[in-house]
């Protein structure tokens, strides 16, 4: 029996492995692919589609998002954490131990789990927006806003989060043009009336990207579509920002552990779950932050708090000198 699984190879999955390791509980990481629920768990996290990192604390020059989670991972390896190319598609928590079911089929017991499946940004589903991922088109206002200095952008969205990227981003772009489908905003009337206020910030009403246009290198324009006559228009940007929502990787958990509304993972405390031994951390239960940094912050409160029930369990007999 293991002592802890980690399920996900983001920030938050790495870093707890990272902790675990050095408390010698020999943690074993799932790294991610398909769920049998269709949801997709990257190997890496959203890092994997970040070009350029420049907020992690100790690279001042900037490192890319598949290099910092590289480098977490060997880190994590240099402290005896075994990783593994599968999927965890079936769980029970109802007892001890925890039971968790690999993608090829197999049972396997832990005494703590951590959950690092972290989310997926939505997406609009056109070609030309995965052609220009990290060129242009991004996820992350925060992560990404400095890039696009004195450039005209877009972001697309209607909700709080939408609002919130964009007043972001006035920081540095020379205009923000918010892309909505409908002629009225779903975000509460507070955000709304702070964004439409600012100087910067004007919307594109009933209206949708039919294209993301560029030079094969970089973002140039957008394409717009009209959702009421269907006219089209071009407009000319450096950058589009998605800000349609995330999704969380959570649905193998659902009759498992307590989900917040929105799909999160709902945390009894730090980063405990309803269920006991298991733990979450990253994005699968933070909605608001959403940063490497504050999911790396929650894989070490993780690992500490799964190896302080390890040694509760240890002390009063329930765990053995397993492996």
């Known amino acids: 029996m293991h002592k802890v699984v980690i399920i996900g190879s983001g920030p938050a999955g790495q870093t707890a492995a990272i902790y675990a390791g050095r408390a010698r509980l020999e943690p074993v990481v799932f790294e991610g692919g398909f769920l049998s629920t269709g949801d997709l768990m990257t190997t890496g996290g959203q890092l994997m589609i970040t070009s350029e990192v420049e907020?992690?604390?100790?690279?001042?020059?900037?490192?890319?998002?598949?290099?910092?989670?590289?480098?977490?991972?060997?880190q994590a390896k240099r402290f005896g954490a075994v990783h593994r190319e599968d999927v965890i598609d079936e769980v029970d928590f109802s007892g001890f131990p925890l039971r968790l079911k690999t993608g090829n089929g197999d049972w396997l017991e832990t005494a703590t789990v951590i959950i690092a499946t972290g989310a997926n940004a939505k997406w609009m589903g056109i070609e030309s927006?995965?052609?220009?991922?990290?060129?242009?088109?991004?996820?992350?206002?925060?992560?990404?806003?400095?890039?696009?200095?004195?450039v005209h952008v877009l972001v697309v969205g209607g909700g709080d989060s939408a609002m919130e990227e964009a007043t972001f981003l006035t920081r540095y772009a020379s205009h923000v043009t918010l892309v909505h489908r409908r002629d009225q905003f779903r975000?509460?009337?507070?955000?709304?009336?702070?964004?439409?206020k600012?100087?910067?910030?004007?919307?594109a009403y009933n209206a949708v990207i039919d294209e993301i246009l560029g030079d094969d290198k970089k973002v140039t324009a957008a394409r717009l579509r009209s959702s009421v006559d269907g006219s089209v228009r071009e407009v000319a940007c450096g950058a589009v920002f998605m800000a349609i929502g995330h999704d969380p990787n959570t649905k193998i958990f659902r009759d498992h552990v307590e989900l917040r509304p929105d799909g999160y993972i709902k945390l009894n405390g730090w980063t405990q779950t309803s269920a006991k031994g298991v733990f979450a951390a990253g994005d699968v239960a933070d909605s608001r932050y959403r940063q490497a940094i504050s999911a790396a912050g929650m894989g070490c409160m993780a690992a500490i708090d799964a190896e302080k029930l390890v040694e509760e369990y240890e002390a009063t007999g329930v765990l053995g000198g397993h492996g």
């Open 129 to 150: 927006e995965q052609r220009y991922l990290n060129r242009g088109v991004s996820a992350c206002a925060t992560c990404d806003g400095a890039f696009y200095k004195d």
């Open 187 to 196: 975000a509460s009337k507070i955000m709304v009336d702070r964004a439409l």
């Open 198 to 203: 600012h100087p910067k910030i004007s919307v």
């Open 55 to 74: 907020n992690f604390p100790g690279f001042p020059q900037g490192v890319t998002g598949p290099e910092l989670v590289e480098r977490c991972r060997e």
